[in-house]
């Protein structure tokens, strides 16, 4: 199965897209197989394309999927996964996203901010773990621009072979680039959907889509690895908007990925709205692997809240990296973006243990390096 000629295809189509031998023996029975095997030899898909393979999926379709999904991700990393230390820094937030537990305006919320040298011994924990990149990961602070600076240059200094990811909302570009230079190599910061009008439906009116996009695209520019990303099934979503959000990962052509299933959190606007579904997001997270065969792509907290085996399956769909809890135990049940959030940590061996007997057990291993991405 060939993508048609007129086809337009994706800039990168003839270096990678080497596919492996399981694409050549897949027999697609329904119109989205097609469809996906069209994806995964680099056809560009219109808005309505999309929306007809999200509408008319099946079980079956991803049944067909995983499997090549899986060996794409194989083909490019192997068996490695790759851990990222997340250290959650301060739930303090001048945001107030409707749908999250941390906004400003959730006054039930008790507010942490970590020390430099607490933050700085999660880092030498993790690292005797072997992790090799850590994310601090806060809400949105103006006040802490250069007390974060201060921390990116430290952290680089005393832990010069491991990569450092930020992801604190959104900043001027000014000090996005101060940051970098400071030593910052990645940055994450979910686009959150890729409609205008559903951004306005999860957010306030003084937090914008057209800042979020002009935020991504600076960060990009400064040169950091970027990692967008959206919720599955977040309140008012439908699969107009979903193929919005993967028309936009093909044309921005992000590092990394992160998607999780929307939760509710109960001291929130959105509290009554259902959380997104496992087969869902799973399917989605295949079908970004074929679209974007070397992007980093977790298994995200949010989809191992919803089903115990949610990260495994996650990894089994195509992604490759899980970002264990590396804060202080006592502060962990304070970053409650949505109910229930998983908050067993990895600061002690046997977890990390653990973690890898899982991996194990399903083909993968964990890579102990930064695990740069190969975009
Ligand atoms: N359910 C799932 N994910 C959430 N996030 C925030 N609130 C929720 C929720 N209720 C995600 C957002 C944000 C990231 C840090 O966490 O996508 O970008």
């Known amino acids: 199965m060939n993508a048609s000629i007129h086809r337009t295809q994706n800039p990168d189509a003839n270096e990678n897209r080497q596919l492996p031998p399981v694409f050549?023996?897949?027999?697609?029975?329904?119109?989205?197989?097609?469809?996906l095997l069209q994806l995964a030899a680099g056809a560009v898909f219109s808005r309505a394309e999309w929306t007809a393979l999200l509408r008319q999926r099946q079980p079956a379709d991803s049944e067909f999927l995983f499997p090549l999904s899986e060996a794409l991700r194989q083909a490019h990393y192997g068996i490695n996964v790759y851990i990222r230390g997340l250290i959650e820094f301060t739930n303090?937030?001048?945001?107030?996203?409707?749908?999250?537990?941390?906004?400003?305006?959730?006054?039930?919320?008790?507010?942490?901010?970590?020390?430099?040298?607490?933050?700085?011994?999660?880092?030498?924990?993790?690292?005797?773990?072997?992790?090799?990149?850590?994310?601090?990961?806060?809400g949105e602070n103006p006040a802490a621009d250069e007390s974060l600076t201060r921390l990116v240059l430290q952290?680089?200094?005393r832990f010069p072979d491991c990569a450092l990811t930020l992801s604190a909302g959104e900043r001027p570009e000014a000090v996005y680039r101060r940051w970098f230079e400071a030593g910052a190599d990645r940055y994450l910061l979910r686009h959150e959907t890729a409609d205008p009008d559903h951004y306005a439906m999860l957010?306030?009116?003084?937090?914008?889509?057209?800042?979020?996009?002009?935020?991504?695209?600076?960060?990009?520019?400064?040169?950091?690895q970027v990692g967008c990303g959206f919720m599955v099934g977040s309140p008012g979503q439908t699969d107009e908007h979903l193929a919005a959000d993967l028309a936009f990962l093909?044309?921005?052509?992000?590092?990394?990925?992160?998607?999780?299933?929307?939760?509710?959190?109960?001291?929130?606007?959105?509290?009554?709205?259902?959380?997104?579904?496992?087969?869902?997001?799973?399917?989605?997270?295949?079908?970004?692997?074929?679209?974007?065969?070397?992007?980093?792509?977790?298994?995200?907290?949010?989809?191992?809240?919803?089903?115990?085996?949610?990260?495994?399956?996650?990894?089994?769909?195509?992604?490759?990296?899980?970002?264990?809890?590396?804060s202080p135990a006592d502060v962990r049940g304070n970053y409650m973006l949505y109910d229930n959030k998983l908050h067993t940590g990895c600061e002690a061996a046997e977890h990390l243990n653990d973690l890898r007997r899982r991996l194990n057990a399903i083909g993968c291993d964990i890579a102990v390096c930064r695990g740069d991405s190969l975009m």
């Open 24 to 35: 050549a023996s897949a027999h697609p029975q329904t119109e989205v197989q097609q469809q």
């Open 92 to 138: 303090d937030c001048k945001g107030d996203c409707l749908y999250c537990g941390i906004r400003r305006s959730n006054h039930s919320a008790k507010r942490y901010r970590l020390t430099k040298q607490q933050i700085l011994d999660c880092c030498l924990a993790g690292y005797k773990l072997g992790f090799r990149t850590f994310v601090l990961q806060g």
């Open 155 to 157: 952290i680089k200094q």
């Open 203 to 224: 957010h306030p009116p003084q937090q914008t889509w057209q800042r979020r996009m002009a935020c991504l695209h600076s960060l990009k520019d400064i040169g950091y």
């Open 250 to 326: 093909q044309e921005f052509r992000p590092h990394m990925v992160g998607i999780g299933p929307f939760i509710p959190h109960k001291d929130t606007p959105l509290r009554s709205y259902p959380a997104g579904t496992l087969e869902l997001t799973l399917f989605l997270l295949g079908t970004i692997r074929l679209l974007l065969p070397q992007v980093l792509l977790p298994a995200t907290t949010a989809l191992g809240t919803i089903h115990p085996q949610g990260r495994e399956l996650g990894i089994r769909a195509g992604a490759n990296v899980i970002m264990p809890n590396l």
